[in-house]
Structure formats: structure tokens, C-alpha cells
């Protein structure tokens, strides 16, 4: 069970912040509904949990990833400070993918790009 959704009420921020202001104006005049598809990515793209409500199987194929410093505090990583949209990571098109929050004892879950279109395509416009 997810203990808390990656991104919180600044999703515009993190787009403008992994991709750069001129990026996102460019978008929003050439494709403007990629850079609200690029918010929902941040706002519903991954999940935080504890480790031990992995599957072990995952467990033993997650990849470990650094988040900075401060988007932990006291063993527990901050969900509204962590942008997705600036981590190393890739979309599974078809399979979540599983992160050990290094120094933590959390993961992070990345939903598969198939999931999350669906979802993006099935919310009202």
C-alpha cells in the first residue's frame, strides 16, 4: 500500500523545473497538451512505500537511486520535494518499476507509460 503520491501541489514547478522555462514555453505554443500531460506525470507518475510492502521478487531486482538530502527528513523522503521528471529513471512502458530510496528504508514505484496514459487519456478534459 502506497504511503504517499510522489508529487504534491507544485507539478508546474517540477515541469518547469526539469525542462527549463524556454522548454516549457516552447511546449505549451507548439504542444500544449504535452506539458499538462508532463504535470500529471509529476503529479501521479510514482508512488513512495516501505520497502517491506514490495513484493520480494521486486525487492531483489530494484535498482537503488539517490534523492537529494533534502527532500529527506528523518528517514523519510518528502513526496513533494522529489521531482520525478529530473530522476535517472526510465518508464517501463509496460511494468512499474522499483527504486530503494537509498539511506531509507522506503521505494520508490514508477508507473508503466502504458499505465499512465490510459490514465491521463481517461480524465476529463
Do not use: H, W
Request: charged share 20%.
Amino acid at each position: 500500500m502506497p504511503l504517499f503520491m510522489v508529487a504534491q501541489s507544485s507539478e508546474i514547478d517540477k515541469v518547469t523545473d526539469a525542462f527549463g522555462q524556454e522548454r516549457v514555453q516552447y511546449l505549451n505554443k507548439t504542444y500544449p497538451d504535452s506539458v499538462n500531460y508532463y504535470q500529471f506525470i509529476a503529479e501521479s507518475g510514482g508512488i513512495i512505500t516501505l520497502q517491506k510492502n514490495i513484493p520480494n521478487e521486486r525487492l531483489e531486482t530494484a535498482s537503488t537511486i539517490d534523492i537529494p538530502e533534502s527532500c529527506i527528513k528523518d528517514g523519510v523522503p518528502i513526496p513533494s520535494c522529489i521531482n520525478i521528471l529530473k530522476l535517472p529513471i526510465p518508464f517501463n512502458p509496460t511494468q512499474k518499476m522499483y527504486y530503494l530510496i537509498k539511506g531509507t528504508e522506503y521505494a520508490l514505484v514508477i508507473r508503466s507509460s502504458d499505465y499512465l496514459s490510459k490514465k491521463y487519456n481517461a480524465k476529463p478534459k
